[in-house]
């Protein structure tokens, strides 16, 4: 079946280190990868689609077709990155996307 | 925020009341979708629609059904509620590149005592 596993739920890490937030999938077909964020108070927002390969506020995410992984990166941490972070698996022909359970992110100033 | 809007915002409704949320988009998109939140559970999709009265369950449907009349609206009703269904409920339509993504409404948040 297909899932989306984001092993921690929670991660805090300090103002201007660098954060990686964790996400692996199981589909034997061609997978699409998203990650949305959702700010307190604030709707879930898309913030990287993998064909896009695009940066946005400074994170990028690869994918490795090789581990089924689609891990979010950002170098230097921003107290303003505090949010839920959720990986989302779009499959081939399909419409519908398959969500991970998400990832709390604190950053500490 | 894709002309997306939800109401009502907040509802407090006892078990075994009907509950029905409402979903709309000024934007003509296609497809529409309704997920809960849970913590632990990430989002789960419920029931989505790919037309005016052509909808098809998701993971979670039991104790749910929808209905589209319109192509602007998409309605949530939970026949009979239960403690189960407190929760936080997302629309969501499709759009973007390849009609691929994926915008969200504000939320609904249930509570069933």
């Known amino acids: 079946a297909q899932r989306v596993t984001q092993p921690e739920k929670l991660l805090s890490v300090f103002k201007g280190a660098p954060v990686e937030l964790k996400c692996n999938y199981s589909?034997?077909?061609?997978?699409?990868l998203f990650w949305y964020v959702q700010y307190s108070r604030q709707r879930l927002q898309l913030l990287l689609r993998?064909?896009s390969r695009e940066s946005i506020k400074g994170f990028t995410a690869d994918l490795n077709k090789g581990e089924t992984s689609f891990h979010l990166k950002k170098p230097f941490a921003q107290e303003e990155d505090s949010a839920m972070y959720y990986c989302a698996l779009r499959l081939q022909g399909a419409q519908k996307l398959v969500f991970g359970q998400g990832t709390r992110l604190t950053i500490n100033p | 925020d894709a002309g997306i809007t939800q109401s009502p915002r907040h509802k407090v409704t006892e078990t075994g009341t009907p509950v029905t949320l409402r979903c709309h988009q000024t934007?003509?998109?296609?497809?529409m979708y309704w997920y809960r939140q849970d913590p632990g559970h990430g989002l789960r999709l419920i029931h989505y629609s790919y037309g005016v009265k052509d909808t098809d369950k998701g993971e979670v449907s039991d104790g749910y059904s929808v209905s589209r009349s319109k192509t602007e609206d998409f309605l949530l009703t939970l026949e009979s509620a239960t403690s189960s269904q407190t929760s936080v409920y997302f629309c969501a339509i499709s759009a973007g590149q390849g009609g691929y993504e994926q915008y969200f409404g504000p939320g609904t948040r249930l509570t069933v005592t």
């Open positions: 589909y034997s077909g061609s997978p699409e």
């Open positions: 934007e003509n998109h296609r497809y």
């Open positions: 993998h064909i």
